[in-house]
Nanobody, 123 residues
């Protein structure tokens, strides 16, 4: 069992930055892949980025490539999402998720989910 707790959301102006954190509790070693997804109001939950605990390998959605960076601190069992050059279209609830499989953009590959943190970007 793995518990995920997100933090770091908030309100920011377009062009600004935020850093989200995802702390993993329980047995994070059983879920070698951690991802971030986001869900805007009235829309589906979309993939943002993912990372492997062991190697630090990463994948990104095209929409955030070059603006967002995912990283991890193994000693703290925490994954970060640094978000720069934020746009109003980035407004969403951001969810952290963990899975036992390889890096993936598919929601179905993630077994554990956090409660989400709201990010609002004003124009």
């Amino acid at each position: 069992q793995v518990q995920l707790v997100e933090s770091g959301g908030g309100l920011v102006q377009a062009g600004g930055s935020l850093r989200l954190s995802c702390a993993a509790f329980g047995r994070p070693g059983s879920t070698p892949t951690v991802g971030w997804f986001r869900q805007a109001l009235g829309k589906g939950r979309d993939f943002v980025a993912a990372i492997r605990w062991s190697t630090g390998s990463t994948i990104y959605a095209d929409s955030v490539w070059g603006r967002f960076t995912i990283s991890r601190d193994n000693a703290k069992n925490t994954v970060y999402l640094q978000m720069n050059s934020l746009k109003p279209d980035d407004t969403a609830v951001y969810y952290c998720a963990a899975g036992a499989g390889p890096l993936s953009r598919a929601r179905s590959q993630y077994d554990y989910w956090g409660q989400g943190t709201q990010v609002t970007v004003s124009s």
